[in-house]
Nanobody
Framework: VQLQASGGGLVQAGGSLRLSCAASGRTFSNYDMGWFRRGPGKEREFVAAISRSGDSTFYADSVKGRFTISRDNAKNTVYLQANSLKPEDTAVYYC????????????????WGQGTQVTVSS
């Protein structure tokens, strides 16, 4: 599976962005999907994950209530709606395909995509 994230940009604190991750290659619906991020000078951080059917989701505490992960298997795309953005959300955001939500949460993935930069100004 090839993954390409898009939708990043520069936004003021309190603003919103919708990130997309388009998949091609193997059957997208065979994989649970996740979003990760790496901020400047920080370690990679799990953000959110969604099951292959879309009926289960899981979020990092740092984004819970502000971010929403969703997917459209017909369009081979996973989304991350990021609301109430904070300067500490500034990072390169990556999408990944994995076996289970639990595996993704623990940092395990099968396929990793190119990232998209999100910058939140104060």
């Amino acid at each position: 599976v090839q993954l390409q994230a898009s939708g990043g940009g520069l936004v003021q604190a309190g603003g919103s962005l919708r990130l997309s991750c388009a998949a091609s290659g193997r059957t997208f619906s065979n994989y649970d999907m996740g979003w990760f991020r790496r901020g400047p000078g920080k370690e990679r951080e799990f953000v959110a994950a969604i099951s292959r059917s879309g009926d289960s989701t899981f979020y990092a505490d740092s984004v819970k209530g502000r971010f929403t992960i969703s997917r459209d298997n017909a369009k081979n795309t996973v989304y991350l709606q990021a609301n109430s953005l904070k300067p500490e959300d500034t990072a390169v955001y990556y999408c990944a395909a994995g076996v289970t939500i639990d595996a993704l949460y623990k940092g395990g993935y099968i396929y990793w995509g190119q990232g998209t930069q999100v910058t939140v100004s104060s």
